[in-house]
C-alpha cells in the first residue's frame, strides 16, 4: 500500500512540475507579447513590432496584405508561433506627419489685395491630404517698399502642420503711367476716312511693363466737320490711372480738292481701300517673331524694292504709298510712308522725322519704337550711302541728311539731344568728309564703321529739268567733289538743276 501512495505522489509531484513549467511558459510568452502597436501611416506591418524578443516561427494568422496603411485605422489582429501559441493584437495605424511643400517668390502691390495664402505655396504633399492654408499672422498689411519673410501655415486632415516662409517683394506705388507722343489730330471729311488714334503714341510706368491703355473717341462725329476732344486712358497693374484729353479737328474738303493734299496725312479715297488691301497682304510675308525682326523686313523690303524718283506733283500719303507698291517708285516721302503704312499696319508705334532746318529740299524718315525705345529707320536709297538705316541712334544717324528738331519727338533711344549743329566737332568727325557712316544691318548687328568713296562711272544722277538720268560722256561729267553732301542747289554748266536725297 506504501509502495501504491509513493508512486501516486510522485505522479503529482511532476504533474505538479509540468504545471508550473507551463505556467511559466504560458507568462512568459505573454510578457514578450505586445498587445497593442501604432505605426506612422505609410509604414510597413511587420509581426517584429509586437513582439519584445520576436520568437522565429511568429506570423500572422490574419491576413494584413489587404491593410492600406496610408490610412489611418485600428485593426484586431492574432499573431502566433509554435504549436500552440495564439494571442489578439491590436494595430493602430496613424498620421502624425506634417505636409510638405515649397514657397513661391511672389510681388505684392501696397494698395491691391493680397493673395489668397494658397497662392504662396507649391509642390505640397501629405498622405491624407490637405485641410487648410492660411496666413499665420493673418493677411499681411504691409504698406511700404520693401522685401519681406510671410509665414504661411499648411494643415493636414490630422491637424498635423508646417510653416513654409514666403518671400514677398512689396512695391508701394502710387504714380500712374505716362503717356509719350500724345497730339491733336487733323483729318478731312471725306467718305472711308481713318483716324489711327494710337499713331505714335506710347505708354510707359515706372513697374509695370505693360500697362493698360485705350482711347474714348465716342465723341468724334466722323464725317461732320467740327472739332472734338478725346481721352486717353492708361492704368497700371497697381490701379493707378492716368487720363490725357487732345482735340480731333475733322475740316470739310470740296470734292475738287480730295485727293490733292502734298506730302500731307490727309486721305486720298478713290485708293483708300485698295493700298491698304495690298499693304496688309504685304505685312503677311514680312511679319517676324517680334516688333523688331518685322520692322526690319519692312524697311528692307521697301529699300530694295522702291526705285527713287522724284516727284512734282502734290501726293497724298496713300498715293505715295500706292505708288510705292505697285510702281515701285518714289521720292524720300514715298519711301517713308511706305514704311509707315506697313509699320501701322503691323501695330508698331512710329512718328514721322522731318529735315530742319530745311535750305532746299526737305525729307521725310522714320522714328520707330523698338524694343522698348525709339530709333530712327530710313529706308530712302542714296546716291552714296546704298546701305539701310535701321534702328539708329541719334549719334549714329547723325549726317547732313538727318538734322532735326529734336523738340518735336519724344526721347530717342542712346539720349536725347534736342539739336544738333553738325560741326566737325559734333562727334569728333567731319560729317562733310568723304564717305559717309554704313550703317549696315549684318548677321544681327550693326557695322557703324567708315567706307570708301563709292561713287563711279555707273552712278545715276536726276536733271530735274529734263528729267533724264545723267551719265558719264564726252560732254557731261561729274565729279564725286562736285556731288559731296550737297545741301544747296546746284546748277551745272547749261543751268540744269541737280538735286539728290
Known amino acids: ?130 485641410a487648410k492654408i492660411e496666413y499665420r499672422d493673418g493677411v499681411p498689411d504691409y504698406k511700404f517698399t520693401g522685401d519681406y519673410m510671410v509665414p504661411v501655415v499648411v494643415t493636414d486632415w490630422y491637424n498635423n502642420s508646417t510653416v513654409i516662409e514666403v518671400p514677398f517683394h512689396v512695391t ?37 511693363e505693360e500697362p493698360r491703355y485705350t482711347v474714348d473717341s465716342s465723341k468724334v462725329n466722323m464725317g461732320e466737320p467740327g472739332t472734338y476732344e478725346i481721352t486717353y486712358s492708361a492704368v497700371d497693374v497697381a490701379g493707378n490711372v492716368r487720363k490725357q484729353n487732345a482735340q480731333v479737328t475733322i475740316k470739310h474738303v470740296e470734292e475738287s480738292e480730295a485727293g490733292v493734299s502734298g506730302a500731307s496725312s490727309m486721305w486720298d479715297t478713290p485708293v483708300h481701300n485698295e493700298v491698304y488691301k495690298i499693304a496688309m497682304e504685304l505685312l503677311e510675308t514680312l511679319k517676324g517673331e517680334d516688333d523688331t525682326e518685322t520692322a526690319l523686313n519692312i524697311f528692307t523690303w521697301v529699300h530694295s524694292n522702291v526705285t527713287y524718283e522724284p516727284v512734282y506733283a502734290d501726293q497724298t500719303f496713300e498715293g505715295a504709298v500706292y505708288e510705292a507698291l505697285t510702281r515701285h517708285g518714289g521720292d524720300c516721302y514715298g519711301f517713308y510712308a511706305c514704311c509707315k503704312m506697313l509699320l501701322d499696319c503691323a501695330g508698331i508705334p512710329n512718328k514721322t522725322v522731318l529735315r530742319y532746318p530745311v535750305t532746299y529740299n526737305g525729307h521725310y524718315w522714320n522714328l520707330v519704337f523698338l524694343d522698348g525705345e525709339w530709333y530712327h529707320c530710313d529706308s530712302t536709297m542714296f546716291m552714296n550711302h546704298q546701305w539701310l538705316y535701321f534702328k539708329q541712334t541719334d549719334r549714329q544717324i547723325s549726317d547732313v541728311r538727318h538734322h532735326f528738331n529734336g523738340h518735336m519727338l519724344p526721347a530717342r533711344a542712346g539720349g536725347t539731344y534736342d539739336y544738333f549743329q553738325y560741326t566737325n566737332e559734333t562727334f569728333g568727325y567731319d560729317p562733310y568728309a568723304e564717305g559717309t557712316y554704313n550703317n549696315q544691318y549684318v548677321d544681327g548687328t550693326y557695322n557703324n564703321d567708315q567706307y570708301e568713296t563709292v561713287i563711279d562711272d555707273n552712278d545715276q544722277y536726276t536733271d530735274i529739268d529734263n528729267d533724264d538720268f545723267l551719265y558719264e560722256d564726252d560732254d557731261f561729267y561729274y565729279t564725286y567733289d562736285d556731288f559731296r553732301y550737297l545741301d544747296e542747289p546746284y546748277y551745272d554748266d547749261d543751268d540744269d538743276l541737280i538735286i539728290f536725297e
Request: with cysteine; charged share 25%.
Open 1 to 130: 500500500m506504501l509502495k501504491i501512495i509513493g508512486k501516486i505522489g510522485v505522479c503529482l509531484c511532476c504533474a505538479a512540475i509540468v504545471a508550473a513549467a507551463a505556467m511559466f511558459i504560458i507568462n512568459d510568452a505573454d510578457n514578450n507579447l505586445v498587445r497593442e502597436v501604432v505605426i506612422e501611416a505609410g509604414s510597413e506591418i511587420k509581426v517584429e513590432d509586437f513582439f519584445n524578443e520576436c520568437p522565429n516561427d511568429a506570423g500572422f494568422l490574419t491576413d494584413v496584405s489587404g491593410i492600406d496603411t496610408n490610412m489611418p485605422a485600428v485593426y484586431r489582429l492574432k499573431v502566433h508561433y509554435g504549436e500552440v501559441f495564439e494571442k489578439d493584437v491590436t494595430l493602430k495605424i496613424e498620421d502624425h506627419t506634417a505636409p510638405t511643400g515649397e514657397a513661391l517668390q511672389k510681388m505684392q502691390y501696397a494698395n491691391l489685395d493680397w493673395p489668397d495664402a494658397s497662392e504662396c505655396v507649391d509642390n505640397l504633399f501629405d498622405l491624407n491630404g490637405i
Open 172 to 208: 508701394d506705388d502710387h504714380n500712374a503711367p505716362l503717356f509719350y507722343g500724345i497730339h491733336n489730330i487733323t483729318i478731312d471729311d471725306s467718305q472711308g476716312a481713318y483716324i489711327n488714334y494710337f499713331d505714335g503714341v506710347t505708354v510707359k510706368d515706372d513697374f509695370d
